[in-house]
């Protein structure tokens, strides 16, 4: 089955500092992927549409100078979080669409983001 | 815009008793609906998926979901409960074939008794 992998798989970071987070699907290609925020005990919130080649659509609410999404490759997306701060500390998931392969999304194992 | 609602964010049934998770949905269009399951510290994996074929849908793992028009609904059921199934059960809808990121449920936790 189509897997998707996410680097690193938690980080912890000092506040005002960067971190790039990197979904990389491993056996298909992806055009586009998305990116969502889980924080403890809630439900997953789409934060952008990753698109290979052009800039990522961000949901209402998402600034998009913090989250900077790059989407490279047709395998490759990275989410940014730039000067970071401690309420930036959540638990980030990617998922990936195959590219001809319908409408299922395939989900990354999550990257949990500390921020002291 | 679509949203998701689960009823009932803690389910608990005894070990062989039938699973039953709640899904309701709300769509200005036929919807693609999904069930994910997550285990602690991981990622989604897709249970199952409906996508205006046979509203019965049958999943991994012995799940399997009724798409309900009338009743907006999209409810998770297995016939007996295994230890195993354990973990949080995530309800989601695209109005775009899958094309768009899903709008997800606030999440049930199944626990299951011994």
């Known amino acids: 089955g189509a897997v998707v992998s996410q680097h690193p798989s938690r980080v912890i970071c000092k506040s005002g500092t960067s971190v790039k987070i990197e979904c990389r699907s491993l056996d298909f290609q992806a055009t586009t992927m998305f990116w969502y925020r889980q924080f403890p005990k809630k439900s997953l919130m789409l934060m952008a549409t990753s698109n290979e080649g052009s800039k990522a659509t961000y949901e209402q609410g998402v600034e998009k100078d913090k989250f900077l999404i790059n989407h490279a490759s047709l395998t490759l997306s990275t989410l940014t979080v730039t000067s970071a701060h401690p309420e930036d500390s959540s638990f980030y998931i990617c998922?990936?669409?195959?590219?001809?392969?319908?409408?299922?999304?395939?989900f990354g194992p999550g990257t949990r983001l500390t921020v002291l | 815009a679509q949203s998701v609602t689960q009823l009932g964010s803690h389910v608990s049934v005894s070990e062989g008793a039938l699973v039953l998770l709640r899904c309701n949905y709300s769509s200005s269009v036929p919807p693609y609906l999904f069930w994910y399951v997550q285990y602690p510290n991981q990622g989604l994996q897709l249970l199952l998926k409906?996508?205006?074929?046979?509203?019965l849908v049958k999943g991994i793992n012995g799940f399997e979901a009724e798409f309900k028009k009338s009743e907006t609904s999209f409810h998770l059921t297995k016939p007996s409960a295994h230890m195993s199934d354990a973990a949080e059960y995530f309800c989601a809808v695209s109005e775009q074939r899958g094309a768009d990121g899903l709008t997800f449920g606030k999440g049930t936790h199944l626990i299951i008794q011994p």
């Open positions: 409906y996508t205006s074929a046979a509203t």
């Open positions: 998922s990936a669409r195959e590219d001809g392969g319908g409408f299922t999304q395939y």
